[in-house]
Antibody
Framework: EVQLVESGGGLVQPGGSLKLSCAASGFTFSGSAMHWVRQASGKGLEWVGRIRSKANSYATAYAASVKGRFTISRDDSKNTAYLQMNSLKTEDTAVYYC???????WGQGTLVTVSS | DIVMTQSPDSLAVSLGERATINCKSSQSVLYSSNNKNYLAWYQQKPGQPPKLLIYWASTRESGVPDRFSGSGSGTDFTLTISSLQAEDVAVYYCQQYYSTMYSFGQGTKLEIK
C-alpha cells in the first residue's frame, strides 16, 4: 500500500523555523520526485516546491513566495523527504502536504501555525 | 510561471445532471515531443487531501467512476461529470505539471442545486 505520512507541524512564532518530514512507503521513493503543497484554511492549493531524484541531480525548485526561506531535501536511505522552513511568516500558516504528482500519492497533511 | 484559471468559481447542479468545469492555462501545456497535455484534475472534500481524478488531461485514474471525464488540449481544458451524484460535492482543482513550478487553478466549488 502506498503511503505518505507527514510530521513535524506545530505552532511556531513569526521568524522561527520548523522542519517537516514526509515518510514514504509502498513505491520506489528513490526514483520519484517529491513535492510539497500547502493549503491555508478555507483557501486553495498552493504549490510550494519539489526535489527531483538522484538521477536528476536532486534538483530543487520553489515557489516565489518561499524561495530563499524554505529548503527541500531528501534521504533516499530513509525513504523520507523534508521541508525546512525558516524565517516563517504568519502567511505561511497552512496544512502542508507532500505528494508525488501527477500520481495519486498524497499524505494526510500536517498543520503549521505561525503566530505569536 | 504558468497561471491556471478555472471557471466558474462555484457551480450548483441538480442530481443526475451534467457538471462542467473549465480550466485555462496562460501558456500551452502540450508537450509536442510526446503529444501529451501535462494537466491533472483533483477532487477535494473537507478535511481530506486532494484525490487525483484525471491525468494527461483525459486519462482517468484507476478506481475513478466513468462519469468523470477530462478533455481539451493546449491551453483549454474541461472536467465533466456526466451525471452528478451526491458524493461528488467537493472542490475541484486543475494542475499543470508542464513547467518547473506545478501551479494549480484557484478551485471550483461544486454543490447540489
Amino acid at each position: 500500500e502506498v503511503q505518505l505520512v507527514e510530521s513535524g507541524g506545530g505552532l511556531v512564532q513569526p521568524g522561527g523555523s520548523l522542519k517537516l518530514s514526509c515518510a514514504a512507503s509502498g513505491f520506489t521513493f528513490s526514483g520519484s520526485a517529491m513535492h510539497w503543497v500547502r493549503q491555508a484554511s478555507g483557501k486553495g492549493l498552493e504549490w510550494v516546491g519539489r526535489i527531483r531524484s538522484k538521477a536528476n541531480s536532486y534538483a530543487t525548485a520553489y515557489a516565489a513566495s518561499v524561495k530563499g526561506r524554505f529548503t527541500i531535501s531528501r534521504d533516499d536511505s530513509k525513504n523520507t523527504a523534508y521541508l525546512q522552513m525558516n524565517s516563517l511568516k504568519t502567511e505561511d500558516t497552512a496544512v502542508y502536504y507532500c505528494t508525488s504528482p501527477p500520481t495519486g500519492r498524497w499524505g494526510q497533511g500536517t498543520l503549521v501555525t505561525v503566530s505569536s | 510561471d504558468i497561471v491556471m484559471t478555472q471557471s466558474p468559481d462555484s457551480l450548483a447542479v441538480s442530481l443526475g445532471e451534467r457538471a462542467t468545469i473549465n480550466c485555462k492555462s496562460s501558456q500551452s501545456v502540450l508537450y509536442s515531443s510526446n503529444n501529451k497535455n501535462y494537466l491533472a484534475w483533483y477532487q477535494q472534500k473537507p478535511g481530506q487531501p486532494p484525490k487525483l481524478l484525471i491525468y494527461w488531461a483525459s486519462t482517468r485514474e484507476s478506481g475513478v467512476p466513468d462519469r468523470f471525464s477530462g478533455s481539451g488540449s493546449g491551453t483549454d481544458f474541461t472536467l465533466t461529470i456526466s451525471s452528478l451524484q451526491a458524493e461528488d460535492v467537493a472542490v475541484y482543482y486543475c494542475q499543470q505539471y508542464y513547467s518547473t513550478m506545478y501551479s494549480f487553478g484557484q478551485g471550483t466549488k461544486l454543490e447540489i442545486k
